[in-house]
């Protein structure tokens, strides 16, 4: 069943009774997704149906412009992220300089209670609304006593001892500490835009790159060159080198950001296209001649196939290796030379046999990591089981199910399906058909649930 995305407007026919979660949602982060699953839970619970109330864009784009945040996502891609939570609908109001001037409890009865009958909503502990954002969760509950809703405020969940909360997020972007963005986030920061023609000296070197022209008020990145992906209007999806600033060696540059899609061959000009950014290279600086720049730039193309993609032959010098080495590479080195030997010195004839020393290195260091997880000690004597999610998923949806399981506590280790899948799980390669996690035996149902719940909500979507 698909969620259902409406557009509210005065006259709008009310939607019924419904459990409602109510907030900007600017990057749909680990902590909004914990809220909107609270939520659906809530409307499970009670038999209603779930609605997330949000508005096609910040109220300070409206109210203060020339001071709005930069924000995290395009309303379309907002709208996708808050549908993955599993919401039946999705109410979408229009932000204007007429609802900004009205007080809270009118906008609670012209908006809300006009909208629908809530049962319950269920707001961030820092929800503010209304004219001037004088009404809070207090107005709220004072207001839900007299029209008969429960109001559910939920404190902010924190990592590393702060608040997470979409001007963190902002800040960690525009300060390039990616992947601490993309832990809270639940996936990788991204910006949207169009692709103009540019100057041409990319094509020049061997390098064309899409210039794109971001939309209004997207948070770019602080200047540096990333490793990310590029997904265009067909849904296809291209690993890419990003450049984000004024280039050094072209200061009369206008194109402040640009795009190298490794392997596209095509048009991009005129379309929409999303840049993931997934790791920060490096600065932008100068070379002393284009040659240097063009060997600079081939090392950042081979950093971003590495990080964010893989030629299509690649997956397969994986598996040979992965398929035999790692189930004793992960043994450690004297219980692997105790059961049949090193991974290497597998004969010639042998079927997992890959003549790959880089691989083997990749693999070997797989299976280090590996062991190196240790559970939390005041866990250190409870059993842990294997959980198996039986769900397609890509990295994408990798990060999204990972921030889910962090928001709801539940410690975790991920885990191989098969062993020939764990090196290619910490390469990046995502793209399985099944994956596992590990949990202490305290907290199986409670992952069973939520695994199923994320399975589910994939397959509505």
């Given at each position: 069943?698909?969620?259902?995305?409406?557009?509210?407007?005065?006259?709008?026919?009310?939607?019924?009774?419904?459990?409602?979660?109510?907030?900007?949602?600017?990057?749909?982060?680990?902590?909004?997704?914990?809220?909107?699953?609270?939520?659906?839970?809530?409307?499970?619970?009670?038999?209603?149906?779930?609605?997330?109330?949000?508005?096609?864009?910040?109220?300070?784009?409206?109210?203060?412009?020339?001071?709005?945040?930069?924000?995290?996502?395009?309303?379309?891609?907002?709208?996708?992220?808050?549908?993955?939570?599993?919401?039946?609908?999705?109410?979408?109001?229009?932000?204007?300089?007429?609802?900004?001037?009205?007080?809270?409890?009118?906008?609670?009865?012209?908006?809300?209670?006009?909208?629908?009958?809530?049962?319950?909503?269920?707001?961030?502990?820092?929800?503010?609304?209304?004219?001037?954002?004088?009404?809070?969760?207090?107005?709220?509950?004072?207001?839900?006593?007299?029209?008969?809703?429960?109001?559910?405020?939920?404190?902010?969940?924190?990592?590393?001892g702060e608040a997470i909360t979409s001007t963190r997020i902002r800040g960690l972007v525009a300060a390039g500490k990616i992947a601490?963005?993309?832990?809270?986030?639940?996936?990788?920061?991204?910006?949207?835009?169009?692709?103009?023609?540019?100057?041409?000296?990319?094509?020049?070197?061997?390098?064309?790159?899409?210039?794109?022209?971001?939309?209004?008020?997207?948070?770019?990145?602080?200047?540096?060159?990333?490793?990310?992906?590029?997904?265009?209007?067909?849904?296809?999806?291209?690993?890419?080198?990003?450049?984000?600033?004024?280039?050094?060696?072209?200061?009369?540059?206008?194109?402040?950001?640009?795009?190298?899609?490794?392997?596209?061959?095509?048009?991009?000009?005129?379309?929409?296209?999303?840049?993931?950014?997934?790791?920060?290279?490096?600065?932008?600086?100068?070379?002393?001649?284009?040659?240097?720049?063009?060997?600079?730039?081939?090392?950042?193309?081979?950093?971003?196939?590495?990080?964010?993609?893989?030629?299509?032959?690649?997956?397969?010098?994986?598996?040979?290796?992965?398929?035999?080495?790692?189930?004793?590479?992960?043994?450690?080195?004297?219980?692997?030379?105790?059961?049949?030997?090193?991974?290497?010195e597998l004969s010639e004839d042998d079927p997992s046999y890959v003549d790959d020393p880089a691989a083997l290195e990749a693999a070997?260091?797989?299976?280090?990591?590996?062991?190196?997880?240790?559970?939390?000690?005041?866990?250190?004597?409870?059993?842990?089981?294997?959980?198996?999610?039986?769900?397609?998923?890509?990295?994408?949806?990798?990060?999204?199910?990972?921030?889910?399981?962090?928001?709801?506590?539940?410690?975790?280790?991920?885990?191989?399906?098969?062993?020939?899948?764990?090196?290619?799980?910490?390469?990046?390669?995502?793209?399985?058909?099944?994956?596992?996690?590990?949990?202490?035996?305290?907290?199986?149902?409670?992952?069973?649930?939520?695994?199923?719940?994320?399975?589910?909500?994939?397959?509505?979507?």
């Amino acid at each position: 069943m698909s969620v259902s995305i409406i557009n509210w407007q005065p006259g709008t026919e009310p939607l019924g009774s419904a459990v409602v979660a109510i907030g900007v949602f600017d990057g749909v982060h680990v902590g909004h997704q914990a809220l909107l699953r609270h939520t659906v839970a809530d409307a499970a619970a009670r038999g209603a149906h779930s609605v997330a109330v949000t508005f096609d864009r910040d109220p300070d784009q409206v109210v203060s412009p020339e001071t709005a945040a930069p924000q995290l996502l395009t309303l379309a891609d907002k709208l996708a992220a808050m549908s993955r939570c599993g919401v039946d609908a999705i109410l979408v109001v229009p932000f204007t300089s007429q609802l900004a001037e009205l007080t809270p409890e009118s906008f609670l009865d012209s908006v809300l209670l006009a909208a629908l009958a809530p049962v319950a909503v269920h707001v961030g502990s820092d929800f503010r609304f209304g004219k001037m954002a004088t009404g809070d969760v207090s107005t709220l509950q004072r207001v839900g006593a007299l029209r008969g809703f429960d109001v559910v405020p939920h404190h902010l969940i924190t990592a590393d001892g702060e608040a997470i909360t979409s001007t963190r997020i902002r800040g960690l972007v525009a300060a390039g500490k990616i992947a601490d963005a993309t832990r809270l986030l639940g996936g990788h920061p991204c910006v949207a835009g169009t692709v103009h023609r540019g100057r041409g000296e990319g094509a020049g070197l061997g390098y064309p790159t899409a210039n794109v022209v971001p939309v209004e008020f997207a948070a770019l990145p602080g200047d540096g060159v990333y490793a990310g992906r590029a997904t265009l209007a067909d849904a296809s999806s291209w690993a890419a080198a990003i450049s984000v600033g004024t280039p050094p060696m072209f200061p009369e540059a206008k194109d402040h950001l640009e795009a190298h899609l490794i392997d596209f061959a095509g048009d991009l000009y005129d379309q929409t296209i999303t840049l993931e950014f997934w790791e920060r290279l490096r600065d932008l600086q100068g070379y002393r001649t284009l040659d240097a720049l063009k060997s600079a730039i081939a090392a950042d193309v081979d950093r971003s196939l590495e990080i964010a993609g893989f030629t299509g032959a690649a997956p397969a010098d994986w598996l040979p290796v992965a398929s035999r080495a790692f189930d004793t590479l992960a043994a450690g080195a004297e219980a692997e030379a105790a059961r049949r030997g090193p991974a290497s010195e597998l004969s010639e004839d042998d079927p997992s046999y890959v003549d790959d020393p880089a691989a083997l290195e990749a693999a070997e260091q797989a299976a280090r990591n590996y062991r190196k997880f240790e559970p939390d000690e005041a866990r250190a004597d409870e059993a842990w089981i294997h959980v198996l999610a039986d769900m397609p998923f890509d990295k994408q949806r990798f990060r999204a199910i990972d921030g889910a399981l962090d928001s709801a506590s539940i410690e975790h280790v991920w885990e191989p399906y098969a062993p020939e899948e764990a090196p290619l799980m910490r390469r990046g390669i995502y793209d399985l058909e099944r994956f596992s996690v590990s949990v202490p035996e305290s907290e199986v149902e409670s992952a069973k649930t939520l695994l199923a719940s994320l399975r589910d909500d994939g397959e509505r979507s």
